[in-house]
């Protein structure tokens, strides 16, 4: 629909990035921002600027963002891969509750196997938990018509209170007599590699890019993504085409699951190395914003995960320099979701209007011309 | 249990629905006019700070009451343009709604009260304390601050609207059948317009109630969800007002019953009676509890040229 404001990269067939709408909107969410600091007192150019150092400055800083993107980016897949299925997930953050539980639980216990493959089993598990989770919604979605928005929704809650229950004693995922529940520490075999020595950057975020890059592929280029995208293009249209439209909705539903599984294995794998009570604390709910930001595409996925994990980690650079809270990176991505669907629906409604103003000159030419005749 | 702690837990379970009341007295209206409000959750959120800045600086709980009415009416005027005329997807501007409150609550928060948590009033209680002993209606109703008061009888004020005036009737009509009230000369947009505003006034109402009715400040993320809890109640509840009060009170119960288990220990955790709610909308959902109709266009853009 805005095919004049796409970015051909050059050398890059199919390497699209429809870029003028999230840019756009992330200018105008950074204008917003600007506004608010300047109005709570600070100078904005600066709180940028120690925003910009907090998160490219330096090795640290540059790991910090790789760090806070890396669950997003999981989580943003999870919701984006939904999205070319027509389909909203909308439980990232109970998946990732479960996704994590379970790999804490095959990370606790000491396998006679290698390293590698104890981490290997342990990501699996983490996988699994997530597409477990999304099971019900997915059937409910594909074989009963039931909406998957309320029905994901639900359940991030019902994760949550599962997974603390699981991390109170006598639960055997609980450590005894812990501060604050949580699990015992998982075993070093299991443990994500770290990537930099000295910072905390994990090989999540290396599976979560290369997974972003699988998918763009995956949906692109193979039978699975074509009918994934006829299905989230034109049901009716994909049924015609004899694709098993409810299979292909309960199987993608499953594999977002997963995904956001892998968000939350990451965390507890690569970051915490526990998992802790009511960990998540709304990056599945950010992840959504950000396959919004991305419309859904793995690659802008990468990019915007990118952009919202350096938001997160020079946000405290910023309150230490000019005083304004974090929160404000939250504000920034919330404010670019908003312009997103302020723009995007401009953007429709002048198109229609271009149409139809369009179509009635046809029909005025039409009708003229029987006139004439 | 023995009497007093169940007196103790019924007064918990009404002081803890009120708020869910609340937020659903405005959900049925904004779901009956077929627009699904996500960001009822955002605008909770800041109806309880906006509720107890106001309170703060003016020292009165009334206007403070009236000022959270207006912040999350403010916020639903930005869901309905962006819904109702722009006909934008409804849960993605809930979601921005509700992200966008998280973060400047959190900000506004930390800047208004960077120093200490501000305490403030809270809601009176009116009736005369050798009331409160009068057994069931003592603890559910005389007991408790006034909000509450408001809580129980809004929803049949709503309901009244809803099934026995003709302005209600057109509520009703448009969510499931848009064009034939266009075609009765009125105004779709302005209908559903009012739905969605009522649903953000009432979201504010309710966040003054949970930050108001007894606790007296407001804590980043105060709402946590409760929103949610109301959507799922509009489910369960059929979107008819009383029914759907008396699940946001069974939810409230079961998060009553909670909060004792945890101070007090039971067979079963603690987490599974606040699960409950999740769960029971997913069945009904399912099709387990009865069968659930929903509002015809709910979720669906209304545009007046296509028919």
């Known amino acids: 629909m805005s095919e004049r404001k796409t970015i051909e990269l050059p050398g890059l067939r199919g390497l699209v990035l429809s870029g003028a709408r999230p840019i756009l909107a992330v200018i105008l969410a950074l204008v917003v921002s600007a506004g608010l600091i300047w109005a709570a007192g600070a100078n904005p150019i600066e709180a940028y600027a120690a925003l910009l150092e907090g998160s490219f400055g330096s090795v640290a800083a540059l790991a910090n963002t790789g760090v806070r993107a890396a669950p997003l980016l999981l989580a943003g897949l999870a919701v984006g891969l939904g999205f070319k299925a027509g389909m909203w997930n909308i439980g990232g953050e109970g998946q990732m509750y479960l996704g994590a539980a379970a790999a804490t639980a095959v990370g606790l216990i000491p396998l006679p196997v290698p390293a590698w493959l104890h981490l290997l089993l342990a990501v699996m598990a983490g996988f699994a938990g997530g597409v477990l ?49 949580m699990s015992p520490p998982i075993l070093p075999s299991a443990h994500l590699p770290i990537l930099v020595k000295g910072t905390s950057l994990h090989a999540g975020l290396i599976l979560a890019v290369v997974l972003g890059v699988v998918l763009h592929l995956v949906l692109r280029y193979t039978a699975f993504g074509f009918r994934t995208r006829t299905v989230g293009g034109n049901p009716e249209a994909a049924r015609y085409a004899g694709v098993g439209v409810a299979r292909q909705i309960f199987v993608v539903l499953l594999v977002c699951g997963g995904l956001g599984g892998l968000a939350g294995v990451g965390e507890v794998l690569g970051l915490k190395l526990r998992l802790f009570d009511y960990f998540v604390g709304g990056v599945g709910y950010e992840g959504l914003a950000l396959a919004i930001l991305a419309n859904g595409n793995p690659l802008g996925v990468i990019l915007g995960g990118v952009f919202f994990g350096s938001l997160k980690a020079g946000a405290s650079k910023m309150q230490i320099v000019t005083g304004i809270e974090a929160s404000m990176a939250l504000v920034i991505e919330a404010l670019t979701v908003l312009f997103i669907i302020a723009i995007g629906f401009g953007e429709r409604v002048r198109l229609t209007r271009r149409e139809q103003r369009k179509s009635r000159a046809e029909e005025g030419v039409a009708h003229g011309n029987e006139l004439h005749q | 249990m023995e009497m007093n702690s169940i007196n103790s837990w019924l007064q918990a379970s009404v002081r803890l629905a009120a708020p869910l009341m609340l937020v659903s007295v405005g959900g049925v209206y904004t779901e009956r006019v077929g627009i699904v409000n996500i960001g009822m959750e955002g605008m909770m959120l800041a109806g309880a700070l906006v509720s107890v800045a106001a309170s703060f600086f003016t020292g009165n709980v009334v206007i403070g009451a009236i000022c959270a009415m207006m912040a999350g009416g403010l916020l639903a005027v930005v869901h309905a343009y962006l819904t109702v005329p722009r006909r934008a997807s409804q849960l993605i501007s809930g979601l921005a709604i509700n992200l966008v409150a998280l973060g400047l609550t959190d900000f506004g928060y930390a800047r208004l009260f960077s120093t200490e948590r501000a305490r403030v009033a809270t809601f009176p209680v009116l009736s005369p304390p050798e009331w409160h002993g009068v057994p069931f209606f003592g603890p559910v109703i005389f007991a408790q601050p006034v909000v509450v008061w408001i809580a129980l009888i809004l929803p049949l004020v709503s309901a009244w609207v809803l099934y026995r005036t003709s302005w209600g009737l057109n509520i009703r009509a448009v969510g499931e059948h848009p064009h034939a009230v266009a075609s009765a000369g009125l105004s779709v947009f302005r209908l559903k317009y ?103 266009t709910l979720g669906v853009p209304y545009d007046p040229e296509s028919y």
């Open chain 2, 194 to 296: 009012v739905g969605v505003i009522l649903s953000g006034v009432f979201a504010g109402l309710g966040g003054s109630a949970l930050a108001q009715a007894e606790l007296g400040y407001f804590a980043p993320n105060m709402t946590g969800g409760r929103a949610f809890v109301v959507l799922a109640a509009l489910v369960v509840g059929k979107w008819n007002p009383i029914v759907v009060a008396a699940v946001c009170m069974l939810f409230g119960a079961a998060d009553a019953l909670q909060l004792r288990i945890q101070t007090f220990g039971a067979i079963i955790p603690y987490q599974f009676p606040v699960m409950m709610p999740y769960l029971l909308t997913i069945a009904a959902l399912a099709g387990f509890v009865g069968r659930t109709v929903p509002p015809k």
């Open chain 1, 133 to 181: 989770w999304a099971l019900v919604p997915a059937y409910l979605r594909a074989y009963r018509g039931v909406s998957e928005v309320v029905t994901t929704l639900m359940l991030n809650y019902v994760a949550g209170y599962l997974v603390s229950w699981l991390l109170h004693e006598p639960s055997p995922l609980a450590e005894k007599g812990a501060f604050y529940p």
